[in-house]
Each structure stands twice: as C-alpha cells, then as structure tokens.
C-alpha cells in the first residue's frame, strides 16, 4: 500500500509535488465522459516519467501480433486502445524559456479530482524566466455535450516582469507506448487553423476510424482581450498569445474542443460539424458549459451515491469507483462496452473482457435504467457470428461459440495461449450475464430476443469441449486456465467445470421456456442456426447431470482443479512483503507450481451460485482458499467481501473492502501507473451492496440482511429496481428501505416481507 493522497469524501487530492508518482497521479486523476477521456497530464511541457494519453471510444488499431512462437488459433492482431491526438497541451515560456516540471521544481502544488462536479484542478508556484508564477489549470469532458471538453489555464505574475508566452495545441503526432512494431497508428487528413483556433482530423491506418478536432482559443490579459497569432504543425495547430508582464499581471487562456467520431458522422460533414460544435460551445462558454457539466453529474450522483459515515477513506474509495465507471461507460451507445483501463491507460487493450458480464452488469443494473444493462447483453449477442468464428478457429463446428477473452469487434485477439486457448471459462460468464439479467429486471422477453441464441451457441461450446473419462466414469474438461491465472493448463477446474454443466442445463430451461412462450421465435431460431433437439439436448443433459468435479475427501471443499493438494500448502500470510506482489518478484515456473491464488476461482463459482450451495460449505470453502489467496487479480477481493460479509466475517470483509476499494488509490499491487482497474471497481460497488448490504434478488423480490461495519457510523445506497428507486439505509438502529420511486413493491428485510408504497 502506497497512500500519498490526501483523505477526502468528495475529493481525491494531492499535496505536494510527486514525480514518482507522476504516471499514478496522471491515472488517478483521469477524466472522461463515455466517449473520450484522457489521463490527468500536466498542460505544459514535462520531460520527467509520464504517458500522455489520450482515448477516444471505440476507436482501436490491430497491431500485428508478436509472439516467439506461433500456434495455430492464435489471433493475427492484438486490437490496441489507441493514444489518440492530445488536445490539454497548453506551452508556457517566461522571457522565452519553457516551463517544464521536470526541470522546475513547482512550490505548493496541489492536483484535485472533484468527484461531485467532475472537475479537474492543478495549481501551483513556480519560477522560471525571473519570474515567479502562480498557475491554476482547470479542465472537464463535458457529461451534458460528449463531444465537447474545456480547458482554462490561467497565470498570476507573482514577482519578475518580461514577455509571458502561452500556446494552445492540439497535436496528432502521437504514439502507443505499447506498439508491437513502433508503428504510427493515425494518419494525419487535415491540419490548419489560424490566430483564433484550428482543426485537425486524423483517421487510423488499416481499420480507417476517423476523429476530428476542433479547437478555439481565447486569451486575455488582465481582462482585456489577448489577439493571437497562428502557429502551423505538420500534424496539428497551435495559437500563440504574447504580452509583457509585471508582478500582479494575470493571463487567462480559455481552450475550447469539440471531438468527433467518424462512427457518429460521415466523412463529409465531420469536419463542418466539428467546426459547428466548437463554435456552439463558445458561444455557451466556459461557466454555462460548466453548469450544465455540473448538473449532469448531479444526476448521476442522484441514482448511484453511496453514502458511509464514520470512515472517510471508505467514503472517499467507493465515490472513486463509482465516477471512474459513470465517465466511462453511460450506456447511450451500443457500439461501446467497459474497457478494463476505461480511458485512463493503454494496457490490456480491447473494449471488453469476461469483467463486464461477471462483474460490471450488476452494476449497471443497480445504477442506470433498464436498458443500459439490456445494451450490454444486445453487445454480445450482435458478435454472436464472430463468436461462432472463433470457436470455429479452435476446431469446433456445428454453430458452438466461444466469446473472446479480450476483443473490440467479437473477434479474439488475445495472443496469449494459456488465456486465449485455455480461460474458457469466460464463455459462461456470458449465459450468467442472461440469467441475472432476467432475474434482476423480469425482463424475460430478452430470451426470446436475442438470449437464447447465445445459450445454444455457447452450450454447444461446452457440449463438444467435454470428453468421457473411462477411469472416472464422468464427464472432465482437459487442459484449462480458470479465473486464477497463477495455475495453466491444468485439468478439471472445479469452476469451469460446474459452470459448463450449469449452461448446459439453463439451455435446457431456456428451450423450455421458448416451447412455452416464444414457439415462433424459436422456430426461426432453430431453422437459421439449424438446432435439433432430438439430437443436442440429450447430450447436454447427459453431460450436465455427469459431470466431474473434484473435492477433497473427507470435507466440503471443492478443489480448485485435479492435483491441487500436490501442491505444498502454504499460506499467503507466510511470504515477506518484500516478495509481493509475487508476479513482479517469483519467476513464472514458480508461481505455477505455487500454491498461491491469484484471484477467487472456487469461490467466484460459489458466489454465482450461492443459493445452490449451503452456509457450511460457504464457510469452510472460504476458510480453505482466503488463506491461499495473494489478490493479485483486482477482481479478487470484492468475491471475498461478499462471502465474508455473508459468513458475519466482518473483519475479513472489511479488510477485503479497503483493499478492492482502495486498490488505485492506494496502488496496492503496484500498477497504478499503467492505468486504473475500471472493471473491478464495479466490484467495489458490488461489495457494499451485496456485502455489507446484503442484497439479493430471489423469487422477483429484493432481498436484504444487512452487515454495519464496526468502523462505519451508517451508510446508504440507492438501487433502481424493476422500474423503482429504492433507498436503503442501515445503522445501528437496522436497515430501512425507502420506495423513492415507482409503483408498490414487497422486498424482505432479515427475512420478513414489508410492503413499500
């Protein structure tokens, strides 16, 4: 844990100037707004360790794959989240010398993330040139407009005189830091502007996504006007604003953008609209854009707050979590899905992973209308043919689909083979993500519409990646990785095993509830992907109610996979911290044959299911794996806080929460740099509420037995349900549920029925 942040509940501040914490702080204080974002990069020049990054939706390059050695299946590309032009850059020169971070020591510095506001804040003190400068930048993505952003740089002359320089940018020579072959990613279409602003309009090589900037620069010194003058780029624009100063001089330069996306608009009217918005956006200006940014947080906030009493660095975490999700994913485009790095880094790639469906859904079913959740699952199902395709790569046939580990248009291009050919048990994350779906909404008309599709290609997946074992008289699954991916190519992952037998029997259920209720659908369905039930469903069936999963005699516990208790038994509490996190200190070839957990793989499964499992077997499967466990895996402890907190393991629960909801804040495994865990946060969310809160969804109705943190004074959510705004409030007095909107509903409190009107 490396905590050099300062604790507030609203705010995510840093006092004091930390250059080598330069790349974490530009992670943490990202912005965004479900569109574009970019990491919290210092407007003028900085020679010292950074990423400047700057991410647009959608948007992804196929970088040639590179591997030593090639086996067949492997993706050609690995699909990159591409550095996009950056628009922040703002040059500062005092009598002509450049002002650099770096090389300039900054006094009082301060950077602020307001999380209520979504506002982004730098100030600080800085000598260079004989002059001694006070700096105050302030940026925001616009929430109200997503295709606008504002800057406002502004520079108090404290003491020295001379001529101070400021020039707006916006830059299309960009790189990936990650580039396979250091290749360049866009071409540069347009680039011209003049003194008051310019455009730029970049497209990318091979997949031809086009995005188009616009920018507009005003300036004004001591509140009088500032002309500018025009400085061309080969792959951008610049503006130049110029004048003499004195001790309490003030300059002010207002930087206007407007981003569009090719995807949005035609090649032939991108750039005129570009044009169009950024004029738009002027003319509101700088504190009206502001106000309606302002205002459209405040209705995030009103439908996804979670509000803790007594332990600020709890509330401070879970706000965190919550506003890197909102500005990352808002639901009002179905091409886009969760990035695991949001618009905060480059690392992973690819626009979704199995996080979304296991771990993000929830999430959005709790905080958003209906259909944002419902956009999530008509994603998967639009790649359901390139689905089919990848499995068809691997050898499978007869419509089986296997989804992609990591992908941006359905197509796998994950290269690495332990994931690519082996973590398959993403594949049921996607039949989970239906199920609980439906559960959550009613919305049972999705099956007919697009979810039983994805059940009979998946469970024909399962039904052929099965083999008959003679010695043990069941069904196994050879050679796989399970969540933990601290163990690779091993047989009979109890997880992925129960989780194949589970879709085979919901495919059964679904056929059923299709026979009852959607006979046309499903007659058109059967015809176009040619399904025959005489012939498929016994199968499914046989394999379902046969297959193997290994426990460890004598007990309760499932283990993990075949061979688990080879292993030496060791304990995480036993390794020094200064072998942790073990990936960046253990060699590869020790880590597998390690006894240590990278992330929840037994218990991932019984979470899912936990209904189908009782409270002994919870606790002594718990019991078994927590100790084993290192959460070198960011989705990893928010499993653990729900199962603690089930189990009255208060203690656990609440360690586990700190670690998942603090993981970036406090970079806890040391990755910060790269980018924040977006995914995982959703299980920050998920650990309050269906840990301390202790909410379920059974028989339609929510249920809750909630948990009050010693720690804690109080704390509440909201959660949209079936058309209904609840509030739940626990504390020492109990849990109280309030119906803010919607029609009557019963929900169960510590096991009794109460009726909400």
């Known amino acids: 844990m490396r905590r050099y942040l300062d604790v507030d509940p609203w705010k995510i501040v840093e006092s004091g100037f930390h250059p080598e914490r330069q790349r974490a702080s530009e992670s943490i204080f990202s912005i965004g707004n479900g569109r574009f974002g970019q990491r919290a990069n210092h407007e003028e020049a900085y020679t010292g360790d950074t990423l400047r990054g700057s991410y647009v939706g959608g948007v992804y390059y196929p970088d040639k794959t590179k591997v030593g050695w090639w086996k067949n299946g492997y993706p050609e590309y690995f699909a990159k989240v591409l550095n996009a032009p950056d628009w922040t850059t703002i040059r500062l020169c005092a009598n002509g010398e450049e002002l650099d971070l770096a090389t300039h020591a900054p006094l009082h510095f301060r950077r602020e993330l307001d999380m209520l506001r979504g506002l982004l804040t730098r100030t600080f003190e800085v000598s260079v040139g004989g002059m001694h400068l006070s700096v105050k930048a302030q940026r925001f993505c616009s929430m109200a407009d997503v295709e606008t952003a504002f800057l406002r740089y502004s520079v108090d002359v404290l003491d020295g005189s001379g001529t101070l320089t400021l020039e707006p940018v916006m830059d299309g020579d960009v790189t990936n830091e990650d580039a396979n072959w250091d290749e360049r990613f866009w071409e540069v279409n347009a680039a011209s502007g003049d003194a008051t602003g310019g455009h730029l309009t970049v497209t990318t090589r091979k997949t031809g996504f086009q995005v188009s900037h616009a920018m507009r620069a005003t300036a004004w010194f001591d509140s009088r006007s500032l002309e500018g003058s025009a400085l061309p780029m080969k792959h951008g624009h610049a503006v130049r604003f110029e004048c003499a100063v004195e001790a309490g001089s003030r300059c002010v330069v207002d930087k206007t953008i407007s981003l569009l996306r090719g995807m949005d608009h035609s090649k032939e009217s991108i750039l005129e609209k570009a044009e169009q918005k950024v004029e738009e956006a002027v003319a509101l200006g700088w504190s009206a854009a502001l106000q309606d940014h302002m205002m459209a947080w405040e209705r995030i906030w009103e439908r996804s707050d979670v509000t803790i009493t007594g332990d600020d660095a709890a509330q401070q975490a879970i706000r965190f979590n919550i506003f890197h999700l909102n500005q990352t994913f808002t639901g009002d485009d179905p091409r886009l899905n969760i990035g695991p790095k949001g618009f905060t880094g480059e690392k992973y790639g690819g626009a979704s992973y199995w996080d979304t469906e296991a771990y993000c859904l929830p999430f959005y079913l709790g905080t958003h209308p209906q259909g944002v959740a419902r956009q999530l699952l008509v994603y998967r199902r639009n790649h359901l043919d390139r689905a089919i395709e990848n499995a068809a790569k691997l050898g499978f046939d007869g419509g089986a689909a296997l989804y992609p580990m990591v992908t941006m248009n359905g197509e796998e291009c994950h290269n690495e083979w332990e994931i690519t050919f082996e973590e398959i048990h993403r594949n049921g994350a996607m039949v989970y993500a239906i199920h609980n779906y439906i559960r959550y909404t009613g919305d049972e008309a999705y099956m007919a519409e697009g979810g039983w599709e994805v059940i009979l290609g998946v469970a024909r997946f399962w039904a052929q990646r099965v083999n008959w074992s003679e010695a043990k008289s069941a069904w196994v699954i050879l050679g796989v990785t399970g969540p933990n991916e601290y163990e690779n190519n091993v047989n009979n992952n109890w997880y992925t095993n129960y989780l194949a037998a589970w879709c085979l029997q919901q495919a059964c259920d679904a056929l059923e509830w299709m026979k009852a209720h959607a006979p046309v659908a499903l007659s058109a369905a059967s015809a176009h992907w040619q399904f025959d039930e005489a012939k498929e469903r016994p199968h499914w069936e046989a394999v379902s109610a046969g297959m193997y999963y290994p426990e460890l005699e004598g007990t309760r516990v499932f283990l993990q996979q075949d061979g688990f208790m080879d292993k030496a038994q060791e304990m995480a509490a036993d390794l020094p911290d200064t072998e942790r996190p073990i990936n960046q200190h253990w060699s590869w070839d020790r880590i597998l044959r390690s006894v240590f957990i990278k992330q929840a793989d037994t218990l991932q499964g019984l979470y899912f299911f936990e209904d189908a499992f009782d409270t002994a077997t919870h606790r002594e499967n718990f019991e078994f794996y927590e100790p084993r466990t290192v959460h070198e895996s960011s989705l990893s402890p ?120």
Request: hydrophobic share 40%; proline share 2%; glycine share 10%.
């Open 638 to 757: 928010c499993v653990h806080v729900v199962l603690a907190a089930k189990l009255g393991l208060e203690t656990k629960a609440v360690e586990m929460y700190l670690r998942t909801a603090r993981l970036d804040l406090d970079d806890y495994n040391n990755e910060a740099y790269q980018g924040l865990h977006i995914t995982s946060m959703a299980g920050t969310w998920m650990s309050v509420i269906e840990g301390f809160g202790g909410f379920r969804v059974r028989d339609g109705k929510p249920h809750f037995n909630a948990m009050l943190p010693k720690a804690w004074g109080s704390y509440s959510f909201q959660l949209q349900f079936r058309g209904r705004q609840l509030k739940v409030s626990v504390d020492a007095e109990g849990t109280r549920v309030q119906l803010q909107e919607g029609e009557p509903l019963e929900v169960v409190l510590d096991g009794k029925a109460v009726r909400l009107s």
